[in-house]
């Protein structure tokens, strides 16, 4: 089936950085272009955060992590990565790859995504 693996996530302290990635199967990548991270805190909604298409590369983001999160892909690789940069306790969930087949939208509503990686947790402490 499809396959969807992230990676990345650890401890970090407030302010600091890291990169997540998401690997995906030859077929899943080509036939979802539409990729996007998530991410649910305990006892919180899942929330979107950003979108990329995989062919054309534009991308989407929400309020909250804007100016400070950056979404991009390696095609060649069939890997989307997420850049989070002075990050905040708040920042603290799992953090799920998401894909679908369609053209990404400025929503980023989880309902619309088929496929779903098992995450990967980011914890920031102070």
């Known amino acids: 089936q499809v396959q969807l693996v992230e990676s990345g996530g650890g401890s970090v302290q407030v302010g600091g950085s890291l990169t997540l990635s998401c690997q995906a199967s030859?077929?899943?990548?080509?036939?979802?272009?539409?990729m996007a991270w998530f991410r649910q805190a305990p006892g919180m909604e899942r929330e979107g955060i950003a979108t990329?298409?995989?062919?054309?590369?534009?991308?989407y983001y929400t309020d909250s992590v804007k100016g400070r999160f950056t979404i991009s892909r390696d095609n060649a690789k069939n890997t989307v990565y997420l850049q989070i940069n002075n990050l905040s306790p708040e920042d603290s969930a799992m953090y799920y790859c998401?894909?679908?087949?369609?053209?990404?939208?400025?929503?980023?509503?989880?309902?619309?995504?088929?496929?779903w990686g098992q995450g990967t947790q980011v914890t920031v402490s102070s």
């Open positions: 998401a894909a679908y087949s369609g053209y990404c939208l400025p929503t980023i509503a989880a309902n619309r995504y088929t496929y």
């Open positions: 030859g077929d899943t990548y080509r036939n979802n272009p539409c």
């Open positions: 990329i298409y995989t062919y054309g590369g534009h991308t």
